[in-house]
């Protein structure tokens, strides 16, 4: 089972970047739906972005599209999202999470669906 890692999280002022990082180990890329998803104290696990395992679909939770970017490098097995013009309620624990679909279009903001969680990576929104 595929093991993810998450990397990147951090302190930033609203309006900030942040780039956040995760990197899968035990399969390779093209056989795991990797998702990012977030969590707040007393609530869900949300999901902001997915990318399925062929590279050629993503998707994005309505309140992160236009400044959230998802994608992927291939050569250095590793999924990244890019975060732009932060906002304080982006503030949250995020995680990684992969799932087994080799080689398909499918992606997925539902928690239900993934079976490896990465510790999770703390991004802060603050002046």
């Known amino acids: 089972q595929a093991q993810v890692v998450e990397s990147g999280g951090g302190l930033v002022q609203p309006g900030g970047s942040l780039r956040l990082s995760c990197a899968p180990s035990g399969r390779t890329l093209d056989t795991l739906v990797i998702g990012w998803f977030r969590q707040v104290p007393g609530k869900g696990r949300e999901g902001v972005s997915s990318?399925?395992?062929?590279?050629?679909?993503?998707k994005y939770a309505d309140s992160v599209k236009g400044r959230f970017t998802i994608s992927r490098d291939s050569a250095k097995q590793a999924v990244y999202l890019q975060m732009s013009s932060l906002r304080p309620e982006d503030t949250g624990v995020y995680y990684c999470?992969?799932?087994?679909?080799?080689?398909?279009?499918?992606?997925?903001?539902?928690?239900?669906?993934?079976?490896?969680w990465g510790q999770g990576t703390q991004v802060t929104v603050s002046s």
């Open positions: 990318i399925s395992s062929n590279g050629r679909s993503t």
């Open positions: 999470a992969s799932l087994r679909r080799t080689y398909t279009d499918y992606v997925s903001l539902e928690s239900t669906d993934y079976t490896s």
